[in-house]
């Protein structure tokens, strides 16, 4: 018992590469072995491989067999015992990976190496399971990351990667791939019932995402959601792309819907990416030279054009030249954005 205990000690701290090199040393001299032990039963070493192989995966198709004594010895003491051991010490150490994989991947400990993802900071389950369904809604091959200093992922999604650690550290916005990352979104913290210490953690993740855009001069489009309306300033410092105000945008839309009633669901329409009438951005065409060119066009084809960029003053000039590297928005539905995009 305590030799078998040795032994599998032995065994278990033997890395994967080391037992396949060992392998494939006792396959490839089995089958030269067989193949000069029995020239007539294994007149190719093609032919004693192929026997090596099918006795070593326990298949045995019996097309060819070793007929001495010694060539049957042989495989008995040496394949048997070494070659089948050695197979089954691999495919136990494979599954061993893919079980570790996936233990890391659920804790959050495995880096992110995709492109073009979006990386999600904070915020609770039910804001996660939205955000992450208008994106996969938008696109349904992106790729999502989601960072988070609890031990599992809020949520489960086919196209969400967790990363778990401090979204401050550099390390860990890192590990999430950030500097290749389509955008981040910065939720506000719900659990600090207090709205300044929820925005200054909020700004303290934002910094740290700048300081990462200069040290690596890369260029970092972050979206970060606020409590306070007088807090942008701080944020603007920070070189925050765009600001969504929490609570007070709530609040705001609420007062609109009782002074215009029904313009909750034009503001719920525009929102969504789920059907209907929606937003998208759009490039300009080169045939536009003012703003009433391409709205003539796209009114045409079925869109509205309502603004270029943050700007929703380009009906009041209409002649005024489109810069070329102007973000133009439209509203439309999907089959007309994927006519005009």
């Known amino acids: 018992m305590w030799i078998l205990q040795r032994l599998f000690s032995k065994i278990i701290t033997i890395k994967l590469w080391q037992i396949i090199l060992m392998t494939v040393i006792i396959l490839l001299l089995s089958s030269y072995s067989m193949h000069k032990l029995e020239p007539e039963t294994f007149p190719r070493y093609i032919d004693s491989l192929w026997w090596t192989m099918t006795t070593v995966v326990t298949v045995g198709y019996g097309d060819y067999f ?30 061993e990976s893919f079980s570790l994989y996936r233990k890391l991947k659920e804790e959050g400990k495995l880096k992110f190496s995709g492109k073009g993802h979006y990386i999600l900071i904070g915020s609770s389950k039910d804001k996660l399971v939205n955000v992450v369904e208008e994106l996969t809604a938008n696109n349904s091959k992106c790729e999502i990351v989601i ?12 196209r969400v990667h967790f990363i778990s650690g401090d979204p401050s550290e550099e390390e860990v916005l890192l590990k999430a791939n950030i500097l290749e990352s389509n955008s981040v979104s910065v939720f506000a913290d719900e659990s600090i019932s207090l709205s300044e210490y929820a925005d200054g953690k909020t700004l303290l993740i934002a910094s740290r995402v700048e300081y990462i855009s200069k040290k690596y001069n890369k260029s970092i489009y972050t979206v970060v959601e606020i409590m306070k309306e007088k807090h942008i300033s701080l944020f603007e410092h920070a070189k925050v792309d765009e600001f969504i105000l929490s609570n007070e945008s709530v609040s705001r839309l609420m007062a609109q819907a009782a002074i215009h009633p029904g313009s909750s669901k034009l ?25 009433k060119d391409a709205s003539m066009e796209l009114f045409e084809q079925g869109a509205i054009l309502i603004s270029d960029g943050n700007n929703l003053d380009i009906a009041r000039r209409p002649n005024d030249t489109i810069p070329n590297d102007t973000k133009l928005f439209v509203i439309c539905d999907k089959e007309t954005f994927e006519k005009i995009k």
């Open 66 to 95: 070793p007929k001495s004594d010694i060539g049957r010895i042989f495989t008995m003491f040496l394949l048997y015992t070494f070659g089948i051991g050695a197979m089954g010490i691999i495919i136990g150490k494979i599954f």
């Open 147 to 158: 960072i988070d200093n609890s031990n599992k992922c809020p949520i489960q999604h086919d």
């Open 267 to 291: 503001f719920k329409q525009l929102l969504s990416k789920a059907d209907g009438e929606n937003l998208y951005e759009i490039q300009k065409k080169p045939q536009w030279i003012t703003y």
